[in-house]
């Protein structure tokens, strides 16, 4: 059975939280929010309750889960975070910024997928932080989503995936950030995975600008071999295919228009008025000065479109600055390389889905 912990408040939702944390101290699993995505959490030193969400979520066990805490201390019960960075990690954190160093011998090797790294974060949410101190051990949490599919933004997306599989699901609202946290290599000083925590963010924090590859902006390169162990796996897919369209913006609707009425676009609000008339359906993220905002609706419209009356979908692309890189990963990824730049593109990939 699962119950379901609406949280309105801290204060009110004390009891909630005490309900949450004692399922998981008795190898429960529990589905909780934090300011990028909803998480589905277990004690992260209880192999079998790790196990369960492999099972659960449908991932792949070399996939590692990040190990969520409340301090600095709780960090250094489970990973060897570099003196050199001690100091820069406690100013930084809760944050949306998760590294990845040493593990120590205590975590079960089902968390760290065999490695001998370990992925570690501080969540920057009240209501995450209450429950990880409650709770009083680390809590193991991958976000909360059958794995290939796009991330639970909100409760009742998670109520969806996981309603009878999990023991609780707490449900706090709309995600602030909506995408998930920025993932670093500290001792490559390298970003496997952008997300809320923007590269500008990590070089103010820092003083030096992390690499970023061109894996994790998920531009294919077939030749290099992953560096996270996440990389390598479909994310995001929503049922319905989607196409990403890479030309001048101005040329969409021109682009698209022989699909007319086949498809949903996906877009800022902007360029959803520009597309009134072409697409069936659309939904807009957001304005385009709120790259914020359409980033925070990305995971939700992709979750949407699989309801709309539509063959398809056409994203547009965002720059890769600030959260847009973040964007871009998660829009590679959910189009899994299905790109189009003109009309005969597009028929071409129609052509190969049909
Ligand atoms: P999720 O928890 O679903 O947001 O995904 C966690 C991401 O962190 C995945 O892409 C993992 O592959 C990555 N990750 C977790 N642990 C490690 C590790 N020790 N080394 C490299 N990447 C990791
Ligand atoms: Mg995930």
Known sequence: MTIILKIQGLRKGAKQIRQAAAILRGGGIVVFPTETVYGIG??????????RIYSIKGRAGDNPLIVHVSSMEMAETVARIPERYFGTMRRIWPA??????????????????????????MPDSEVALSLIRESGVPIAAPSANISSKPSSTRASHAIKYFYGKVDAIMD????????ESTVIDLKKFTILRPGSYTV???????GKRPKVTSQSRAISDSRSRPSSPGMKYRHYSPEKPIFLFTGDP??????????????????????????????????????????????????DALIALDGMESRFAIIEQFKEEGIGLAMMNRIRKACAHKYFSDERGLSRRVREIS
């Open 200 to 206: 500008d963010q990590v070089q103010k924090a820092f």
């Open 96 to 121: 949306p910024l998760t590294i990845i160093v040493k593990a120590k011998p205590i975590v079960p090797k089902v968390v760290t997928g065999g490695l001998d790294t370990i992925a570690i974060r």
């Open 42 to 51: 277990a004690d992260a030193l209880n192999p079998d309750a790790c196990r």
């Open 250 to 299: 101005r040329a969409l609707p021109a682009a698209s228009e022989s699909f007319r009425g086949e498809f949903t676009f996906i877009g800022s609000r902007e360029s959803c008025r520009a597309m009134r008339g072409t697409a069936k359906n659309s939904i807009a993220l957001g304005s385009r000065r709120d790259p914020g905002r359409m980033a925070s609706m990305l995971f």
């Open 172 to 179: 706090s609202g709309r995600s602030k950030f909506g995408l």
